[in-house]
């Protein structure tokens, strides 16, 4: 399974979760989206055993164009 797969696998159960939870406990949207919120800052926040690396090409700090850059007033 490849993780597109996977992710659509991810999204379909938790969505037949949440509607399993809000049909049973009669749960508001309000209320699902305020848990789903917590948990999700809770992912962000906490620190995961996933490390993120990230190797920069040797032209990644040319800045041959310099009309991407957006200039900050100081």
Not at 6 to 27: G, I, K
């Amino acid at each position: 399974m490849n993780i597109n797969d996977q992710t659509d696998a991810f999204c379909n159960e938790l969505q037949n979760v949440v509607m399993r939870f809000r049909d049973e406990f009669d749960l508001n949207h309000a209320t699902i989206v305020g848990v789903l919120d917590i948990v999700k800052m809770s992912y962000i926040v906490d620190p995961s055993d996933d490390i993120v690396e990230f190797e920069a090409d040797d032209d990644f700090w040319d800045d041959e164009d310099d009309s991407d850059t957006c200039e900050q007033p100081f």
